[in-house]
Nanobody
Framework: QVQLVESGGGLVQAGGSLRLSCAAS????????MGWFRQAPGEEREFVAA????????YYADSIKGRFTISRDNAKKTGYLLMNSLKPEDTAVYYC????????????????????WGQGTQVTVSS
């Protein structure tokens, strides 16, 4: 069982930056791929970015490619999402998630592909 806690959200002006963190406990975080998703009011939860268990491979949604960077520090059992050049349309609750298949080779981009979720952190981008 893996517990995840996101932090780092907040209110920022358009063009600004935020770094989200996802602290894991209760499991072998370093063995599992993780991802970030977001959900705006009235919208479905959507994929943002994913990273392999080793950190060697990453994958991004087209809408944020070139602006966001996903990373992880397995020694600290923490994942990160660095968000630059933020836009008002990036406003959402951001969730981190972990897939429980150890050393999984493929990148998972669907919500159903993740087994553990954090409670979310609000990101609001003002224009």
């Amino acid at each position: 069982q893996v517990q995840l806690v996101e932090s780092g959200g907040g209110l920022v002006q358009a063009g600004g930056s935020l770094r989200l963190s996802c602290a894991a406990s209760g499991g072998t975080f370093r063995n599992y791929p993780m991802g970030w998703f977001r959900q705006a009011p009235g919208e479905e939860r959507e994929f943002v970015a994913a990273i392999s268990w080793s950190g060697g491979r990453t994958y991004y949604a087209d809408s944020i490619k070139g602006r966001f960077t996903i990373s992880r520090d397995n020694a600290k059992k923490t994942g990160y999402l660095l968000m630059n050049s933020l836009k008002p349309e990036d406003t959402a609750v951001y969730y981190c998630a972990v897939n429980s298949v150890p050393f999984r080779r493929d990148i998972v981009t669907t919500t159903t592909g993740y087994d553990y979720w954090g409670q979310g952190t609000q990101v609001t981008v003002s224009s």
